[in-house]
């Protein structure tokens, strides 16, 4: 009897690996890359008593500053996370693909087990971007293949300093690891859109409030952070305008061949490209010259809006619930989806 069963399950499993196949080598490849990492982090203690250079010792202690500054002040959940670091040697290691129907915001979503549901896939490999990037192209998607200089695990490993992230000013070094330990303490499954305005939101405020405590709130680095963030909160309208409004015209001419629609697409989008000149910036040469490597495209539009579609709600619900205290604001969320 125990031979039939041990058969039965031997089968399932077989079944399940061999439907499974492409997401279990795709599993294994991006482990491989992470474990790679994870291995070759050096401990920020040991670099701080080695020979490295000050300048590096002294982002690494403004590292240690910001993350208790995240515990201790805006509450985040506590972890060992950036208590190690990986050297890039200056080069990227993970990028992600985006995907999206070419005249409908319909993008490619892909599944996972347990955190669910993305509409964008990370590869430590550069190579198989390219290829997946070829294959949807081929198919008649949109596509965005974009640099990631940080993510988080999840709380399932020590999540490393990228020594790429050393490179940035305070504000936006501050930003990217709060951004990053709210994922560690707050998540929802299947809902990446959320999760991924909210550690926006949160990184953007979070870093602000560290440079003024920190330096003082008319400081030169916090003043030049406000300015970036209130760019960064222009185009971020202008982009969502954008979207809108390119999602009004698929609509609108959805009767058209497809010949036809690209054309008023490309007429549009380059339209946006033009107006970005007629956006009050603080400093216009931040967006200049933004389009110029990077051409719009639905996938474009998709991943901007995973990450910058809701701030607007997010502010609204911070000033007018809490009074501007982000404190509070997080200590809601995590009593909704803390981990």
Known sequence: MWKKVGLVVSAIILLLIIFNFNLIMYGLGQAKGQFHILWN?????????????????????????IRQFAFDSLDLTPSDNYTTIFDQQGKEVLW???????????????NFPVVGSFTFKGFFDFEKVRSLALELKEEGYDVSVRAVSGWSTLGWFKDPIMSNMLFEEEGELANTIIHELTHGTLFVPDSMTFNENLASFIGHQGSLKFLNARYGANSDLAVRYLEKREDSD??????????QDLDTLYQ??????????????????????????TVSFHDPSRYSALFDTVQPNNAFFIAFLSYRSRQGIFRNMLEERFGGDIKAFIQHWKLEYGK
């Open 96 to 110: 992600v693909v985006t995907a999206c129907a070419p005249y409908t915001f319909e993008p490619v979503v892909w």
């Open 41 to 65: 982090a050096q401990p920020v203690g040991e670099v701080l008593q080695s020979g490295a250079p000050d300048s590096l010792k002294y982002k690494l202690r403004l590292v240690e500053e």
């Open 234 to 243: 222009q185009f971020t309208n202008h982009l969502i305008s954008a979207a």
């Open 252 to 277: 609108t001419l959805a009767y058209l061949p497809n010949s036809d629609l690209e054309i008023f697409k490309s007429a549009f989008i380059q339209q946006v490209i033009d107006d970005l000149d």
